[in-house]
C-alpha cells in the first residue's frame, strides 16, 4: 500500500529533550516537507526536500533540523524542544513532474512539550 | 505573495442539505488550488485541484469546486450532506515551481447534524 508513515504518531516530551520525528514513503516519491498544523493557523511549512541532499526552510525553520540521506526517509529533528512547538506535524510527498502541491500526507505526529 | 482566506472556522448543515464552503484566494500569478479534507485523527487527503484547465473542477465523494478569477474566488460544494462528510477542509494554494509550496487557509471544520 502507497503510504507516508510517521513515528511516533503521539509523544509527551520535556523542555530541552532532543527528540527526532521519522518519515517514510514507500512511492519512490523525490519531494518529500514537513508542516506543522495549529489551531487557527492552518498547516505551516517547516522544510522540504527536492531531493536527496537537497533540503531548504520554508516558513517556520527555527528550532528544526532536517536531513535527507535516502530518498525514502526525512525525518524532523528537534534539538532541544521549546513548549512553543507542542503542534500537529505532517509529513508529505510528492513525485517530481506531478502537479505542485499534490502533496501525499501521513497521518501525523502529534507532539507536546512540558 | 499569495494567501487563502476561509470564511467560516465552523459550518453546520444537516444531513441532506448543500454543503458550501468558502475560500478566497490573493495570487499575483495564476495560481494552482486545492481542497483538501482531514478526517479525525487522519493526515490531509486531497479532495480535487484546479490547475488552469476546467472552472468547474469535480472531486471525490461527490465534492465539487468552481473556480471565479472574476471573483478570486474557489468554493467547494456538495449537494448533499452525508454524516461522514464530517471533518476539516483547506484550502490550499500554489504558484507552482520547483518549491511545490502550498499555502493552507486556517480551515473550516464541517459538522453535519442528523
Known amino acids: 500500500e502507497a503510504q507516508v508513515t510517521q513515528n511516533p504518531r503521539y509523544l509527551i516530551t520535556v523542555t530541552g529533550k532532543k527528540l527526532t520525528v521519522t518519515c517514510s514513503q514507500n512511492?519512490?516519491?523525490?519531494?518529500m516537507s514537513w508542516y506543522r498544523q495549529d489551531p487557527g493557523l492552518g498547516l505551516r511549512q517547516i522544510y522540504y526536500?527536492?531531493?536527496?541532499?537537497?533540503?531548504d526552510k520554508g516558513d517556520v525553520p527555527e528550532g528544526y533540523k532536517v536531513s535527507r540521506k535516502e530518498k525514502r526517509n526525512f525525518p524532523l529533528i528537534l534539538e532541544s524542544p521549546s513548549p512553543n512547538q507542542t503542534s500537529l506535524y505532517f509529513c508529505?510527498?510528492?513525485?517530481?513532474?506531478?502537479?505542485?502541491?499534490?502533496?501525499?500526507f501521513g497521518e501525523g505526529s502529534r507532539l507536546t512539550v512540558l | 505573495a499569495q494567501s487563502v482566506t476561509q470564511l467560516g472556522s465552523h459550518v453546520s448543515v444537516s444531513e441532506g442539505a448543500l454543503v458550501l464552503l468558502r475560500c478566497n484566494y490573493s495570487?499575483?500569478?495564476?495560481?494552482?488550488l486545492f481542497w483538501y479534507v482531514q478526517y479525525p485523527n487522519q493526515g490531509l487527503q486531497l479532495l480535487l485541484k484546479?490547475?488552469?484547465?476546467?472552472?468547474l473542477v469535480k472531486g471525490i465523494n461527490g465534492f465539487e469546486a468552481e473556480f471565479k478569477k472574476s471573483e478570486t474566488s474557489f468554493h467547494l460544494t456538495k449537494p448533499s450532506a452525508h454524516m461522514s462528510d464530517a471533518a476539516e477542509y483547506f484550502c490550499?494554494?500554489?504558484?507552482?515551481?520547483?518549491?511545490?509550496?502550498?499555502?493552507f487557509g486556517t480551515g473550516t471544520l464541517l459538522a453535519v447534524q442528523p
Open positions: 508529505a510527498s510528492s513525485p517530481s513532474g506531478r502537479i505542485p502541491g499534490e502533496l501525499f
Open positions: 526536500s527536492m531531493n536527496v541532499e537537497v533540503t
Open positions: 484546479y490547475t488552469s484547465a476546467a472552472t
Open positions: 495570487s499575483s500569478v495564476p495560481p494552482y
Open positions: 490550499a494554494v500554489s504558484r507552482g515551481g520547483a518549491t511545490n509550496k502550498l499555502i
Open positions: 512511492m519512490n516519491h523525490e519531494y
